[in-house]
């Protein structure tokens, strides 16, 4: 994997040090061309127009959702856009029809995304069980045993902490709900830009994850169900329907059935074109280029007086999401003071997952620094010794 060559495609990379890109990863141009194409020579509704132009349109859109059910290797399936991983898991929750007693099961490593929306269905008569990770944020395998019986109707969990960079043992997981008939939902937000992922392999059947963390534009995300047919769409209206008559309607089959009203045409396209992208670097190459920059930093922060890490200690158990404090700092004093001083971008606070910084005892929440297929070892050496400076005259 050719960084250098690769950060030619980032022109916002020669003012930041970006290791933000858990919250949202940056653009590369041939993203950036390919939603430019679409609104400059072949802008048009799709699943409407017969003209050429918006054939053209229709065409590129679907071939955008092959390409995304191509990057999780799904060969069946329905591959829905939405509007990211949030819209993702909302649809399945609310889609699916609950029973009073049904029971779901999540972790407390959570983002809010994924433990709100069945939180919601406790008023359904829903029974939500969360699980506690330790003070390292691993959960063992045990604790899903333990949970998982022929009560449950379904699996919610993260593949990746957004806090913690903490792996779950996803397949583990899997196979108990297999074993026990429930419906697994894997929420990939964290995993899908970052490492090959072939949903057979993970077993679930719901897998979640938002196009503009994987260099996607703003606003996309992407639902795959193994099985579409439990799950009722979020809205109804024009282009998900077959028929409509006065007093009843048939729905489309796959996705455009989910997708109810004019969608994000160009972020799809771009969606598309961002997975090419990362196809053609490699998803395994990002993975190993992010692993050794995680080595690198983990190494480097335990060398710094008054900081604290968070997170499995284990380099086999975590991502390339790392988190943090300074004794005597807040963690957005830190955040602050590392874009002032060296134009560093972290994020600091509670990263969308109360909840878990209440459970660890960590009030503000953290500064979390995560990192890319962009990234390199200079700006991680910048990064630890802007800290090493901070922690000095905290
Ligand atoms: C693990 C995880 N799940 C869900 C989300 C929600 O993603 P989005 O904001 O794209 O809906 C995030 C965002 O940070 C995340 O990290």
Not at 183 to 199: E, F, I, N, T, W
Request: aromatic content about 6%; some cysteine.
């Amino acid at each position: 994997m050719n960084v250098s060559r690769l950060r030619e495609d980032f022109a916002v990379l020669s003012d930041v040090i970006y290791l933000d890109s858990a919250a949202t990863s940056l653009t590369p141009e041939p993203v950036l061309k390919s939603v430019e194409d679409y609104y400059r020579h072949f802008r048009a509704n799709v699943g409407r127009g017969v003209y050429r132009q918006a054939q053209l349109a229709d065409q590129r859109y679907r071939l955008a959702h092959n390409k995304l059910a191509e990057f999780v290797a799904a060969s069946g399936g329905t591959t829905v856009f939405t509007r990211n991983a949030t819209e993702s898991i909302n649809l399945v929750a609310q889609g699916l029809s609950w029973k009073r007693g049904d029971r779901v099961v999540t972790t407390l490593l959570e983002h809010h995304s994924n433990l709100l929306p069945w939180m919601k269905l406790k008023s359904q008569g829903v029974e939500l069980e969360i699980i506690k990770p330790d003070r390292e944020g691993r959960i063992d395998t045990a604790e899903f045993e333990r949970a998982i019986n022929d009560d449950v109707r379904l699996v919610a969990t993260t593949h990746v902490s957004n806090v913690l960079g903490t792996v779950l043992p996803v397949r583990e997981i899997s196979d108990l709900c297999r074993e026990n008939g429930a419906m697994y939902l894997l929420d990939a937000a964290q995993s899908a830009p970052h490492l090959p992922l072939k949903v057979d392999i993970l077993g679930c059947d719901f897998l979640c994850f938002s196009g503009h963390k994987m260099l996607g534009p703003t606003g996309t995300g992407v639902l795959w169900m193994k099985d579409e047919s439990p799950v009722q769409p979020l809205l109804s209206g024009g282009g998900m329907v077959d028929q409509v008559f006065e007093e009843s309607f048939s729905i489309k089959k796959g996705y455009e059935g989910f997708e109810a009203g004019t969608p994000d045409v160009g972020g799809g396209i771009g969606l598309g074109a961002a997975a090419d992208y990362l196809q053609k670097v490699g998803l395994a190459e990002v993975h190993n280029h992010e692993m050794m920059l995680t080595q690198r930093l983990l190494m480097g922060l335990q060398e710094i007086e008054g900081l604290e890490i968070y997170g499995p200690a284990d380099l086999r158990d975590r991502s390339g999401v790392v988190s943090f404090n300074i004794r005597g700092l807040l963690p957005h004093e830190v955040a602050l003071m590392l874009d002032q001083a060296k134009s560093i971008a972290v994020r600091s606070g509670h990263h969308c997952c109360m909840p878990l910084m209440r459970h660890l005892g960590l009030d503000h929440g953290t500064v979390r620094a995560s990192v890319y297929l962009y990234n390199t070892e200079e700006e991680i050496d910048l990064l630890l010794q802007t800290l090493e400076s901070i922690a000095r005259l905290a």
